[in-house]
């Protein structure tokens, strides 16, 4: 725009920023933060700040993110707490997650984003008795955490699929493919994230079991079953997908030569030969 002098807007920046957010162009999204103002006059508002903490928590640069939310002009908002939020919880920053989490579910009380990653934070940390405590509370409140769901587009019909799903009618040969699946998988190095299991739960295999039941992993299977060789796996996920499932679709796409597209509530994440076009950020 600026080679073509087309004078960039509030709008263009907030654009911008998020790409940088989602590259982890922290240098650049820095650079253009401080041009917006200094050069083009443009104030930053709620959208700006977000996307500038999202892509500052994203690189763990925490010091920084408190600076900004003493400093700017605003209180933050539900959208802006939530990244914080992720951040904290990928990053195992619990202090401040804690803190975050507290400022959200005041900010938005009826809100299950708040109740749920703020627990995730407390299991993380091994403290069970305040995770018990968060699911006390909004069973009080009557909150419901928000189901995850993944679905999946066979033949012109669409498949849906929640965690531990044996609803389908092919439920049979879709974890026989699962557990073809996990067995590859292992036989490629893939240890599983259990980190990602944040229920009460001490047995090893039991948390292993729960990650290889995940919603996507279901419709992936289902994909790999019901399509030929070479064809391209389209996934979509109403939530974030957990870390787990991503390392596990990198490693998939390589073992059976396929390309896996999943949508989460994230971003398009394009899995192919080992690698995906997130670059592990998101």
């Known amino acids: 725009m600026e080679s073509s002098n087309v004078k960039p807007n509030a709008i263009t920046f907030s654009s911008v920023l998020n790409a940088c957010s989602h590259g982890g162009l922290v240098k650049d ?22 996307c500038l903490v999202d892509l500052l928590s994203r690189a763990a640069l925490f ?4 600076e900004i939310l003493e400093s700017m002009p605003m209180q933050p ?28 579910m005041e900010l938005a009380p009826d809100d ?14 091994g403290n069970l008795a305040s995770v018990l405590e968060m699911r006390k509370e909004m069973r009080k409140k009557g909150i419901r955490k928000q189901a995850g769901c993944s679905s999946i587009e066979v033949n012109d019909s669409i498949h849906e699929f929640v965690v ?11 974890y026989q493919m699962l557990d073809e699946m996990v067995q590859r998988l292992k036989m490629s190095g893939y240890e599983p994230d259990v980190d990602q299991v944040l229920l009460d739960i001490d ?26 060789p070479g064809t391209t796996i389209r996934v979509v996920k109403n939530l974030r ?6 390392s596990a679709f990198k490693l998939l796409s390589s ?5 896996i597209i999943v949508r989460d509530s994230s971003r398009f994440h394009h899995f192919n030969a080992g690698s995906c076009s997130c670059m592990d950020y998101w």
């Open 29 to 50: 999204g820095l650079r253009l933060f401080d041009k917006m103002r200094t050069y083009y006059g443009i104030d930053p508002d709620i959208v700006h700040y977000g």
């Open 255 to 259: 073992i059976y030569n396929r390309i």
């Open 112 to 125: 299950d984003a708040g109740y749920v990653l703020l627990s995730n934070i407390f299991a993380l940390e």
């Open 77 to 104: 908002d539900a959208v802006m707490l939530k990244a914080l939020l992720s951040a904290c919880r990928v990053h195992k920053n619990f202090n401040l997650g804690k803190k975050a989490g507290q400022w959200l």
């Open 241 to 246: 997908m957990c870390s787990d499932c991503h």
């Open 63 to 66: 010091d920084k993110v408190e």
């Open 164 to 174: 531990g799903d044996i609803t389908h009618p092919r439920k049979d040969e879709i």
């Open 203 to 228: 047995e090893q295999d039991m948390k292993h079991t729960s990650l290889f039941h995940h919603s996507e992993k279901l419709a992936v299977a289902f994909g790999l079953i019901s399509t030929s």
